[in-house]
């Protein structure tokens, strides 16, 4: 293990991110208006973040743990795949 990663790995990850669902600000008609309800329609079919799994991997990656043979051999794999190699 580096000594980044021991530094990293002395830092506790926080059990739990600070997340509140964000306020949309009022509509107002004006000339922003419907850039405003084309972005808020785009937001809305994005799929929720799973904050249980972002805080595995950032785990994972404090402790030098994330950067398996198997995961980089699977990353090679479907890369070369997508390329058609």
Request: with cysteine.
């Amino acid at each position: 293990m580096s000594d980044k990663h021991r530094r990293l790995a002395k830092h506790p990850v926080e059990e739990s991110l600070p997340y509140e669902q964000p306020q949309a600000p009022p509509l107002t008609d004006g000339p922003d208006l419907s850039e405003t309800l084309r972005l808020l329609e785009k937001i809305s079919r994005m799929p929720d973040i799973r904050f249980e799994k972002v805080q595995e991997m950032r785990q994972l990656i404090a402790c030098g743990r994330f950067e398996t043979d198997e995961r980089i051999n699977g990353t090679i794999k479907r890369l070369m795949e997508e390329l058609g190699l």
